[in-house]
């Protein structure tokens, strides 16, 4: 069974970075795309960026030139590099496969990490 570990959050000023870090388990990581969503108050959730198993990386257009995905397949890590961070940027970040995986009906989501962007 899938589990996502997310960490690495917290309070920036404006302008700021920081590397958010999502630990999975219990599925054939390498193969997958996997992404890092946000979900920020009175929000949908929304992908940010994702990353193929070969390594091929697509952003959305809000975070294009500031963030960074990467993964280590062989430790089952996901990373988010995020610098030059906006107060827009304010959200929940969770990781997850792109698209998401799914427990029974219903997609499966860890915990994930609040990042804030405030001065």
């Known amino acids: 069974q899938v589990q996502l570990v997310e960490s690495g959050g917290g309070l920036v000023q404006p302008g700021g970075s920081l590397r958010l870090s999502c630990a999975a388990s219990g599925s054939i990581f390498e193969v997958y795309t996997m992404g890092w969503y946000r979900q920020a108050p009175g929000s949908q959730r929304e992908l940010v960026a994702a990353i193929t198993g070969g390594g091929s990386t697509n952003y959305g257009d809000s975070v294009k030139g500031r963030f960074t995905i990467s993964r280590d397949n062989a430790n089952k890590r996901l990373y988010l590099q995020m610098n030059n961070l906006k107060p827009e940027d304010t959200a929940v970040y969770y990781c997850?496969?792109?698209?998401?995986?799914?427990?029974?009906?219903?997609?499966?989501w860890g915990q994930g990490t609040q990042v804030t962007v405030s001065s």
């Open positions: 997850n496969r792109h698209p998401p995986f799914r427990i029974g009906t219903a997609d499966y």
